[in-house]
Every structure is written in C-alpha cells, then in structure tokens.
C-alpha cells in the first residue's frame, strides 16, 4: 500500500535526478511499484505535489515558532523576524527542491502559482500578527491602509524567497540581511509617523474650522 510520503519522496528524488517532471503518472508510479489508483488517493497531479510540499513547510515553520517559550513575549515584527529566519532554515534542508521547483519563475516581486497554497497560509499568520500590533499600538491603525499591511507583508515573503533562491553568498548572509532591512522597513512604515500626526491635524482643523475662523478676528 503505497503512502502520501512514499509518493512525495519519490517525486523529488526523480525531479532532483532528472531535473525534470516524470513524463506521466503511468510511468511514475510503474518506477515506483504502484499503482495509479494509489496516486490518485492522495495528489491529482504533479503539481499538487509541489504545492502541498511548500505549503507543509510553511506549517511546520509557524508551528515551530509558536511553540518557543519566548513567543508571546516578541513584537508582531519580531515574530515576523523570526518566522522568516526559521522559514529559510527551515528551506535550506531541501534547498535542491526548492530552486528546482521555483527556478522557472523569474519574478522579484511576484509569487509563482506554486505557493498559491501557502498564500493563504502566510496571510492568516501574517494578520494574526498584524491584529495584535494594532491592538497593542505597536502598528498604526490607518483606515483603508490597515486592511493592506498583510499584501505588503506577502510582498516580502515573494521577495525574500527568491532572493534566497539566488543568494550565493557564504552561509546565505546576504539573505539573512535582506530579511532583517525588508521586514524592519515594512514595519517602520506600518508605525505611527510624524506623517500621521499631520493627518490628525488637519482633521483636527477640518472639524474645528468655525473655531479656527473666530480665533483670526
């Protein structure tokens, strides 16, 4: 009886070993001495192979962090460091698959259709983050803006992603800098800015122009 993991492993190791898709189910589960109504049990394609791999390590990623004792104690922008400095640690263990699996797509600031699964994923951990900065006045509540922090976020995660992909510094350095400058710019422009004071200002005078008009005579 074959196994989702028995059929997973199989997979990467042919794509990793031929740098290329099987040219059929038919004649990927013949290698594998299975049959196709096995297959069929667990993926409907190859494709689904892929994507439900990344979007198991994206889990077990957020899983892993979660579960630290010093979670709750972090920022929301620190946890959003350490998710993605884990994530990449996490990455580098299959790092053959991955560029294998994202080396098609040449994109910077785009997501490929692969991650399509570990989209939402991302947002519903990232929002999670996002509600708790607000809540605590860490992040600026901004109407209309507030509602896009988690699309600035997933901005991030393609990017950093394919940064890495193509990172040959020594130990990946440069990808770790990246997080570090990408996420604490994110941050820095989801606080409150001297911006915002001007903002709540010139409401402040909108609402109170009748005043402002009998303070000039």
Known sequence: MATSQQIKAGYIDYVLTHDEQPKSVYSFVKKLKITESEFYEFYSSFESIEKIIWVELTSEAINTIQQQEIWE???SRDKMLSFFYSY???????????????????????????????????ENFALGLINEGLESGELADRKFLSKRYKD?????????????????????EKTDE????????TFDLFQRSPIDNLFEYGKF?????????????
Do not use: C
């Open 205 to 217: 005078l909108s609402r109170n122009g009748k005043f402002a008009e009998k303070m000039k005579r």
């Open 73 to 75: 104690q972090y920022s």
């Open 152 to 172: 600035a976020l997933w901005i991030q995660f393609a990017f950093i992603i394919n940064f890495w992909v193509n990172d040959d510094s020594a130990g990946f």
């Open 88 to 122: 990449i640690e996490l990455l580098k263990k299959q790092r053959s698959f991955i560029v294998y699996s994202l080396k098609k797509h040449k994109a910077t600031f785009s997501a490929p259709e692969v991650l399509s699964g570990v989209k939402p994923i991302f």
């Open 178 to 185: 990246a997080i570090e400058k990408g996420i604490n710019v």
